[in-house]
């Protein structure tokens, strides 16, 4: 099985990807419900990081380090460094802290010192905010942001015409790399006659608020 269809799975299974109807933060009743939070234990997270970094392989992404932005992608970014190392690509990471500290080390940014290509993991994009953050942390560090990878695309539009990922690779010019997308999960959907029932109201939902 495609690791993208692997991760569908896994998420259903932890009760991280759930169907019904839910209220998205744009009024929208969506069929579909992904909360990455829910990756909460151990096993969850040592599972997910490896599907990040088959992600990250996968794209052929040239990278030198990896950040995550405070405080989702904390966690992310330091179990995404380990499967990468465990995959033979060692790299390495840092994240940055809200508040700033004003003694020890001093500075919001943790970790290795950001330089080069560096590559932004969090969980999901909605409005942008966290990967705007991110690229002005590194680009002030004399750094160039390379892209972007979530747990999970959407692929439905937002304010505009463009879905939320579609507008950060626009405004930023990095590419966006997702472990999963809505497209995988209708796929996923197709193949699976337990989930038939969810699969035409997932398919209308597309049809009103998808992307390409």
């Known amino acids: 099985m495609d690791f993208r269809q692997e991760f569908i799975e896994f998420a259903l299974n932890l009760n991280v990807l759930r169907?019904?109807?839910f209220k998205t933060k744009a009024g929208r009743l969506s069929p579909y419900f992904f909360n990455a939070g829910l990756f909460n234990d151990g096993?969850?997270?040592?599972?997910?990081?490896?599907?990040?970094a088959k992600a990250i392989l996968a794209s052929?992404?040239?990278m030198d380090m990896l950040?995550?932005?405070?405080y989702k992608g904390i966690p992310l970014v330091a179990v995404s460094a380990l499967a990468l190392a465990r995959a033979g690509r060692n790299v390495p990471f840092a994240f940055n802290r809200k508040e700033v500290k004003d003694h020890g080390e001093g500075g919001h940014i943790i970790g290795a010192k950001l330089a080069g290509r560096v590559l932004?993991?969090?969980d999901v994009i909605s409005a942008g905010t966290s990967v705007r953050e991110s690229v002005e942390i590194?680009?002030?560090a004399g750094a160039e942001p390379c892209g972007v990878v979530i747990a999970l695309d959407r692929m439905e539009r937002g304010t505009g015409t463009l879905s939320a990922v579609q507008e950060v690779e626009q405004d930023f010019g990095i590419p966006v790399v997702a472990v999963?997308?809505?497209n995988d999960l209708m796929a996923f959907l197709s193949h699976h006659p337990e989930f038939k029932a969810h699969e035409n109201a997932v398919l209308q939902y597309r049809r009103q608020y998808g992307v390409n």
């Open 19 to 21: 169907f019904g109807e």
């Open 43 to 52: 096993a969850a997270l040592d599972r997910l990081s490896q599907f990040y």
């Open 60 to 62: 052929g992404a040239s």
């Open 67 to 70: 950040f995550g932005p405070a």
């Open 120 to 122: 932004v993991i969090d």
């Open 138 to 140: 590194i680009r002030a």
């Open 180 to 182: 999963a997308t809505l």
